[in-house]
T-cell receptor, first 116, second 111 residues
Framework: GAGVSQSPSNKVTEKGKDVELRCDPI?????LYWYRQSLGQGLEFLIY????????KSGLPSDRFSAERTGGSVSTLTIQRTQQEDSAVYLC??????????????FGSGTRLTVV | QKEVEQDPGPLSVPEGAIVSLNCTYS??????FMWYRQYSRKGPELLMY????GNKEDGRFTAQVDKSSKYISLFIRDSQPSDSATYLC???????????FGTGTQLKVEL
């Protein structure tokens, strides 16, 4: 596609439920990133994929968070047993090169997650 | 202390003003510097990218990097109401695999 697509755009879930967030990156972009954006906190790195492997998952806050990428394309971020502190906007980005240092990242519009 | 510090604002200026947005950083390994603009309920979009000290100009926007002071700036000339957004600085180390972002500065340009 022309851009990075994320779904759903909004998700309201009850505390304790599991949620899955989807990211469809730009075709041909080998690098994929998940960030979390909370009010006043800026963008917090979660995980980086190069192809289907995740060489850097250092930002995942707890073992309730996991992510996978298949076919070098679509990625899903799963949050198990959601807590109210998980409420945030989850942003996905892709880039043409490993560092994103040549062309920067292209971001999706995000999934706004609210845990009630 | 955060690796990247950015004043959150909000910053309010009249139309036509020159805007100066700034970030400081502590990690001397950062080599590539970017500015992103984020409109409400949208993802950030890349505005400027630079890797060397000095100035880079693109239309009304100028990015400035001072590696010796670990200080970067974005200048917006002849600011327009459509420039109202949050501006995020971002940087990455050479060989690094992820951008580190500032918290963003909220800018409002008023008519």
């Amino acid at each position: 596609g022309a851009g990075v697509s994320q779904s759903p755009s909004n998700k309201v879930t009850e505390k304790g439920k599991d949620v899955e967030l989807r990211c469809d990156p730009i075709s041909g972009h080998t690098a994929l990133y998940w960030y979390r954006q909370s009010l006043g906190q800026g963008l917090e790195f979660l995980i980086y994929f190069q192809g289907n492997s995740a060489p850097d998952k250092s930002g995942l806050p707890s073992d309730r968070f996991s992510a996978e990428r298949t076919g070098g394309s679509v990625s899903t971020l799963t949050i198990q047993r959601t807590q109210q502190e998980d409420s945030a906007v989850y942003l996905c980005a892709s880039s043409l090169d490993r560092w994103g240092s040549t062309y920067g990242y292209t971001f999706g519009s995000g999934t706004r997650l609210t845990v009630v | 202390q955060k690796e990247v510090e950015q004043d959150p604002g909000p910053l309010s200026v009249p139309e036509g003003a020159i805007v100066s947005l700034n970030c400081t950083y502590s990690n001397s390994a950062f080599q590539y510097f970017m500015w992103y603009r984020q409109y409400s309920r949208k993802g950030p979009e890349l505005l400027m990218y630079t890797y060397s000290s000095g100035n880079k100009e693109d239309g009304r926007f100028t990015a400035q990097v001072d590696k010796s002071s670990k200080y970067i700036s974005l200048f917006i000339r002849d600011s327009q109401p459509s420039d109202s957004a949050t501006y995020l600085c971002a940087m990455i180390a050479g060989g690094g695999n992820k951008l580190t972002f500032g918290t963003g500065t909220q800018l409002k340009v008023e008519l």
